[in-house]
C-alpha cells in the first residue's frame, strides 16, 4: 500500500514537473510556469466597465448551504431580480423558491439536475450567475456563463487548477463579461478598516502579511447536505486526493488587496510544506470505529499546510491552512508594516510606531476604528448586520456587486484576483510534493501587473 502511494506521489511530481518545466538555477525559483502568449485582438480587462444594468436579473446554480442564504440576501437588495433557481435537489431549489415566497419576491424558473445549470445559462433574460456550488464545478460552470454573455460571481475557491485560472482569464478578456470570486472575508469590518488604514498609510509600507484558514471542519466533513455536511461529501473527496492548500483565499485575498496585487505588486513564487496526515486518521477512528469504512480511507491532506509568498517588491505573505484539527477558528490577517502592525486573530489588535512593543488600549483602538471607518461600512454595515452572513460581510459583498453592475463600474474584485488567489489550490500542492521547491506564480495579468496604481474601489459620485 505504502509502495504504491509512493509510486502514485512520484507519478505525480514527474506530470507535474513535465507541465511547468523545472530548472535550477542561482537564485531563480525552480519550478517554472507557463504562460502563454495572449491571443491576437484580446485586451486585458483591468477595470472593466460595462453598460449600467438597471434591474440585475440574477439565476443562482447550487442551492445548499452556502446558495440558500445567498438566496436569501438578494431578496434584500434594491435593483436586483431572481429569475432562476438550480440544483442537483428538487427539495433544495423549493426551499430556496419558499424563501423567494416568504419575501414576496418573483417566483423563479426551477432547474433541476446534473445539467440543468447549461440552460440556466442560456436563458437570454438573465445578466448574473452566482455559482455556489461545489469546488470542481466552480470554473467549468463560470467559464460557460460567461460564453452566454453572462456576468458570473462564483463561490471560492473560483478554479482549482492552472489550467482552470487560465481559462477564466481568458474567457473573461474574450467575452468581455465580469468574473468575481466571491471573497466575502475581504468585505470583513476588521478587514475593511485596516484595509483602509493601510491605504491611509497607518502603518507605513506594508512588508508582510498573514492569513490562514484554520476551522475545524471534521466533523462537517463527514457528513452529507442533507445532514448539515457537504453534498456527495465534496470537500473529503477532494481533501481525500489532494495535498496542499485546497483553500487558500480567504486568508490570502484582504492581504493581497492591502499589497496592491496586480495593482502596482505581484506574487512572483511561493514554497509550500504540509505536515503529515495526522488529524483525520485519528477522529475517524475515535468517531466511526478502528474497522470502519472511514478508518481505512487513504486521506492525502495534511492538516497544516503552510505556504510563502514573495512579491516583485521583496513583500512576503504567508498562508496557512487547517481544517482537521480541534483549534479555534482563525484567519489570522496579520499586517506588518514600517510604521505599525495589525492582527485580528486570536484577539484584534493594533500597535503603532512609537510604542509598537505593545498594542494599543481598547480605548485606543476604538478610537482608531471608528476614524478609519471604511466607506463601505459606513454606507451599509448595519443594514448588513442585520441581514447577516458571517455578521454581515456576505451582505456587504453582495451589495457592493450590485451596485457596481447597476451604475455601470469596475467590479472591486475582477478575474486576476479570482485567479491570483485560486493558483495556490494546485502550485501549493506542487510544492509540497517537491519537498517544498519554490514554484512561480504566473502572472495572469501577462505583463500589465503594474498598470494601476493601487487599489481603488469604484464610486458613482467619482465617475
Ligand atoms: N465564502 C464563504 O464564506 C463560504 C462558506 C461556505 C462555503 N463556501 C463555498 O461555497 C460553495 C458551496 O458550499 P456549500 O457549503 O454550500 O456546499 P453544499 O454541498 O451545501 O452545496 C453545494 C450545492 O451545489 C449543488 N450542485 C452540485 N453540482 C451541481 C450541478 N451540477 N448543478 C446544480 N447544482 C449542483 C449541490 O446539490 C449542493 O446543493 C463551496 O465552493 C464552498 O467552498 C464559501
Redesign the pocket.
Known sequence: MKNKQLLKTIVISITFITLFGCFSSNNSVEIKSVTSKRPVGQTNVLKLAVEPIETVRVGF???????KSAVNRFTFLDGVEIKAL????ED?VKQAQNTLSNRKSTKAEEYIG????KKLCERDDIDLVYI????L??APMAVYAMEQGKHVAV??PAAMTIEECWKLVDTAERTRKHCMM???CCYDFFELNTLNMAQQGLFGEVIHGEGAYIHDLRDKIFRS?DNKG??NM?RLKFNTSHTGNP?PT?GLGPICQVMNIHRGDKMNYLVSVSSSQFGMNAYVKETFGENSPEAKGNYKLGDMNTTIIKTEKGKTIMIQHDVTSPRPYSRLHTLSGLKGFAQKYPTPGIALEPNSHEFLSKEEFDKLIAEYEHPFITEIGEFAKKVGG?GGM?FIMDYRLIYCLKNGLPLDLDVYDAAEWSCLVELSEISVLNGGKPVEIPDFTRGDWNKLDGLKFAMKSEQ
Not at 438550480?86 to 435537489?89: A, E, G, M, P, S
Not at 446534473?114 to 445549470?117: G, Q, V
Open positions: 446554480i447550487g442551492l445548499g448551504s452556502r446558495g438550480c440544483d442537483l435537489k433544495f446534473e445539467d440543468s445549470w455556489c456550488t461545489d469546488w464545478n466552480h463561490e471560492v466571491l471573497e466575502n447536505s457537504y453534498e465534496w483553500y480567504h458571517h456576505d
